[in-house]
């Protein structure tokens, strides 16, 4: 299958995934090209579906609507149960990265085997209390490790403290597999935390509430990349 992804490969660089979970779905659009011009990387879209976490979000059709619209790739995270109920629908909508939990039900290399079958990007996450080593097998396949620094299912939670060492300890798993995966972090991520992220080893940061709940998502965006930078 072709690989259809805009999802560039892992280069070194720091970037910038706005969570829509967070933003004025009432002005999705909108919201969307704010950050498209301030400068964001990829647009991530948290799926929840009521069991693998206590939140319902979107579907397939919101990602549809997105897709031709944005030139942000669409970095898709998937809190679901049972991941491969959904690969197909979210590639197919257009998905260029799909990210499966890998305290998932479903088989975890299956389901990331039908990813990259799909075409698009290959993700694997772990919550902040599960042990990094559990994704060596699949370094393989992986395109992006995603690091929760809070339990999944809502935004606007704080930064955990002990997710440093969760992002300094797959980083080092990603370094000794010698392949370009991205390290991406995930939850309470803001100018504060940004940097201790990005020190540890983080080269990606989803924010969703320090951007779309801020006064001015255009400065918020830029504070989050300078201070994840200025390391
Ligand atoms: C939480 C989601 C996160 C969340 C981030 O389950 O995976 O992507 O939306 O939101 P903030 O940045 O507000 O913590
Ligand atoms: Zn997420």
């Known amino acids: 299958m ?3 992804s805009k999802m560039p490969r892992a280069n070194g660089k720091i970037s910038i995934a706005p969570s ?4 004025d779905l009432y002005k999705l659009g909108e ?8 400068g964001a990387d990829w647009l991530h879209v948290d799926v929840m579906d009521g069991h693998f976490v206590p939140n319902l979000s979107f579907g397939p059709a919101v990602v549809s609507s ?7 790739p669409l970095d898709v995270h998937l809190m679901v149960e049972e991941p491969l109920l959904f ?6 909508a257009g998905a260029d990265l799909l990210t499966v939990h890998i305290e998932a039900k479903d088989d975890v290399a299956f389901a990331l085997e039908q990813i990259k079958n799909s075409g698009v990007k290959a993700g694997l996450s772990i919550k902040p209390d599960t042990d990094p080593e559990r994704i ?3 370094l393989d396949v992986l395109d992006l490790v995603l690091v929760m620094s809070v339990y999944p299912g809502f935004g606007g939670q704080a930064f955990l403290p002990e997710a440093e060492d969760q992002i300094k300890r797959v980083r080092q798993i990603i370094n000794a597999s010698g392949r370009a995966i991205w390290l991406e972090t995930d939850g309470g991520i803001n100018a504060q935390t940004a ?8 080269d990606a940061l989803v924010a969703g509430s320090a951007i779309f709940k801020a006064a001015d998502p255009v ?4 504070q989050i990349r300078q201070a994840a930078s200025d390391i």
């Open 195 to 202: 940097p201790l992220a990005t020190r540890a080893g983080a």
């Open 2 to 4: 072709k690989n259809t």
């Open 219 to 222: 400065t918020a965006l830029n």
């Open 31 to 38: 919201e969307v090209k704010t950050v498209e011009n301030a």
């Open 136 to 138: 060596t097998p699949y």
């Open 20 to 23: 829509i979970l967070s933003a």
């Open 87 to 92: 690969i197909e629908p979210f590639a197919k």
């Open 66 to 72: 997105l897709n031709g619209k944005t030139n942000l």
